[in-house]
């Protein structure tokens, strides 16, 4: 009973959000993991072309172009974690990627800027940045070790190119976030 | 002695309401400037007390918080409880000297009235979730910190009442979010702890201290002699400065408010410390083994792997008590662990490692919540307790 809020908000996001953000990208592959109960509080994801940083067993680090897998998950405080803990808690690559903020389990930090009941839309948006290393804080890194690497390389990281997640240009994918009903004057 | 001041006392409240007061039981989250003069009234009315504050005494307290200039550096909940005890030595009174978000919530469940005198919005974030998860009473005051103004609030919550508005109805997730990103010191908040740092001091002077807190008092006695509602859910503003001004607004629910207006129900306490023994109990309670453990509002780490040899280690353990030893890895000077998964939930092949640990190996504070999940049922469970953590 407890946590109805994130059973009406794990819904719509499932259904609606998930939809729409589906339709809007040609590089995402998106679907809810059903052993994650109903509804769903696990997304399984893919960005099917992404140029990122993978390590490699002697130690080096080099530019890759290929799907990179990843998870979503929405923790019972999702909406109203009060600490920064929430940053860590959602989002996870599944495969060995060299980021700052990714530990060498995956886990992500989306870092201050992501927010309490952020929505997929954008969740996908901010995670699909850090991937593509056009978002990172070399300060109070998961991965030491790549921190000191971006920071020495930071001009030939910069120069990753990946391909746009979304369809249509920023401007006209508000769409996406208007497709649940809501912020319709943003348009 | 005390039979005078007990003889005055119901000369004042009747021998039945005093009884109505003195069987209660009351938490005080914060013991300075508004804690210290609650927590006199509370010893004065014998008043069951639980007193929560991690800080010390420090000497910018001594002017303004009551508290004994010989007694600097010891801890603010030990030297409130021996204060209460000397005014008042049949007050029944316990202090706890850990920050209220490291405190388990079975501490909190024999309420009857939480009262705070905090100096951060993200704390009382976390009163309001342990309020609303019991469903008691929860009035709280806090007085403009900047020392420029005399301004404060008395706010008046009932959680278990769904159409009550709680302390999150104020906030969206903008402002929510302007809490914890404002305050934050690094771009990524620490694994380990990633609180937010502490609020600079309160510099208001004691007299205006003590009026707040006088006033919420008086709000707290009609709430434990349960006569007058008509200030629940109501927030009295007090401006002090110059010709004085008060005045009583209604809080308001906001209908999609992002915190649940509902409470947990009821609570099951478990007597032994293993985790088997929780995983029984839900199975015979739930009808068919829990799939899942939930610990709300904590962060258990899954596994710790290094970022620099790529070896992880096994180990579940709450993510603020992973110890240094456990945090570095001997493959390089100053190569760092870190949790290969970081959550609030254990489930599957991690659940049946955990047969045989002890709920204080793992990290988790006494009395804390755990809940066990079987599909779309839930049952609550508290931790039983340990002595450790409570000042003597």
Known sequence: MSDDVMQVFRRRMMSVELQAVRSESDILRLSPDPTSGSPPRVLLGIFRELQYMEPRPDGAVHAVQRPLPFSLQLPADYCNCTDGSLQMRVARILTPIAHPNVGPGGIVCLGPRFRPATRLAPLLEHLHRICSSNLFAAESPLNPYAAELYRRHAEAIKGLHSAPLWKRPVVDRVRIVSAEGERRGER | ???????????????????????????????????????????????????????????????????????????????????????????????????????????????????????????????????????????????????????????????????????????????????????????????????????????????????????????????????EDQNVGHQLQIAASGRPRTRTVALHRRADCLFPHQTLGPLQRLDGDGVEELLVRAKRDLGTAPSALLFPGRSLAVGLGCSVCGATMDLVKLAAEVSDAEASCSCSPGAERTPVVLTDRIEGATLDRLRGRSWSALGIPAEDLVSAESGERRIHYLLPSRSEGEAR
């Not at chain 2, 508004?34 to 006199?40: H, I, R, T, V």
């Not at chain 2, 600097?72 to 209460?84: D, L, T």
């Not at chain 2, 740092?197 to 008086?218: E, I, K, N, Y």
Request: proline share 7%.
């Open chain 2, 1 to 227: 002695m005390l039979d005078l001041i007990h003889a005055r006392l119901e000369g004042a409240f009747g021998r039945e309401r005093l009884q109505r007061v003195n069987r209660a039981q009351v938490v005080v989250i914060g013991a300075g400037l508004l804690g210290g003069q609650l927590l006199q009234h509370l010893a004065m009315l014998q008043v069951r007390t639980l007193i929560v504050d991690p800080g010390t005494v420090e000497p910018e307290n001594i002017g303004n918080q009551g508290l004994p200039a010989d007694r600097v550096g010891e801890p603010k909940a030990r030297v409130r409880v021996s204060q209460m005890r000397e005014l008042n030595p049949s007050c029944p009174v316990r202090g706890f000297e850990v920050p209220i978000e490291e405190l388990g919530l079975g501490v909190l469940a024999d309420a009857d009235l939480i009262l705070t005198g905090l100096d951060g919005r993200a704390s009382r974030l976390t009163v309001a979730r342990y309020a609303q998860q019991l469903g008691v009473d929860w009035i709280d005051a806090a007085v403009d910190g900047s020392g420029e103004r005399l301004l404060g609030t008395i706010s008046w919550f009932r959680p278990g009442v769904e159409e009550q508005p709680c302390y999150g109805c104020r906030h969206d997730a903008e402002s929510l979010a302007r809490i914890t990103r404002e305050e934050r010191r690094a771009p990524c908040a620490s694994w380990r702890d990633p609180r937010l740092p502490d609020t600079p001091p309160t510099l208001t002077a004691s007299p205006f201290g003590a009026l707040v807190a006088g006033w919420q008092m008086t709000w707290a006695l009609q709430a434990l002699l349960g006569e």
